[in-house]
């Protein structure tokens, strides 16, 4: 069959993932529960070996980062100013910023804990070592926060470039009630949470546990008509052999953010900001051409 071997290999590459978050359990176990004794380092370790597994197959230009995003107020471009009546704005922390730092700058670099600018974010995504009930809403709006937070076309939505991906990753999940599907329920939330007013963008693309399930959001057409102008969300519970199709989305999302055509003009992004300050002309010297 066309892709089993990459199937296979994918599905390796999963299994090992689990297998390594496993020997941090059974090296650090928890007398009492399931999962690492130390709730805090057991959830930054899945952070860190998601970041490490995608790191590994993303180009050179993609790094995988965690920290914030700032969307500065100021000018864009060769002399756009259409941020001049807004605020400067950050984000909350951010679990993992997927960012183009071989075509964008930093403001500030700490190790892998970054602050940069919206322009170069490709994917965000949440990480939780067990996905649980309490904690959907939050996390999607966070993403969702982040999302807006990236909007850096000022024009029309025609010519609006695609947004991040946007992505809540668990190694296990613990949805509380069991009287009805987990997909429904995911759904029922993430209803609520977006109106008829959404942005395509700023919904989720995906929620899934990389051992057992995932939700994704289908892409629409790329010329959305009133009557397809919907966002389907799809829901896929994995068998032992199938392990490999969430990773495999994270990884399809991340790149097809990255290699598509609205963003593939590369714009000058927001870094600088000099204050009201006058200037006092001193001479002017004449020139030939410009290049």
């Known amino acids: 069959m066309d892709g089993q071997r990459l199937q296979d290999f994918w599905n390796q590459e999963v299994k090992s993932l689990l297998a390594v978050y496993r020997q941090f359990e059974t090296l650090l176990p928890n007398p009492k529960t399931a999962g690492a004794e130390h709730r805090g380092e057991d959830g930054r370790y899945v952070e860190t070996l998601v970041r490490s597994y995608l790191q590994k197959y993303l180009p050179k230009d993609l790094e995988v980062l965690t920290g914030f995003i700032l969307r500065p107020a100021v000018k864009l471009g060769d002399n756009n100013r ?28 700490m190790v892998d804990t970054v602050i940069v600018p919206p322009e170069g974010v490709v994917a965000v995504l949440s990480v939780k070592k067990t996905l649980r009930d309490a904690e959907i809403v939050a996390e999607c709006n966070a993403l969702l926060e982040a999302s807006k937070a990236c909007r850096c076309d000022e024009s029309s ?135």
């Not at 605020?87 to 930093?106: A, E, F, M, N, R």
């Not at 399930?213 to 010329?223: C, I, L, M």
Request: no cysteine; hydrophobic share 35%; charged share 25%.
């Open 82 to 109: 259409s941020r001049s009546n807004e605020k400067d704005l950050h984000t909350t922390q951010l679990d993992i910023i997927i960012y183009d730092s071989g075509t964008y700058p930093v403001f500030q670099r």
């Open 157 to 291: 939505l025609e010519a609006r470039r695609r947004g991040p991906f946007l992505a809540l990753v668990g190694t296990d999940s613990d949805l509380a009630d069991k009287k009805e599907p987990k997909e429904k329920k995911l759904f029922e939330k993430l209803e609520a949470l977006y109106g008829s007013s959404s942005v395509f963008d700023d919904m989720i693309g995906f929620i899934g546990d990389l051992s057992a399930w995932h939700v994704f959001k289908a892409r629409p057409p790329s010329n959305p008509t009133p009557l397809n102008s919907v966002a389907r969300y799809m829901y896929v519970e994995l068998a032992d052999a199938e392990l490999h199709q969430g990773f495999q989305f994270l990884l399809s999302g991340i790149l097809s953010v990255y290699y598509d055509k609205t963003r593939t003009g590369v714009r000058r992004p927001g870094f600088t900001a000099f204050a009201s300050k006058p200037a006092k002309a001193i001479g002017k010297i004449a020139f030939s051409s410009l290049r």
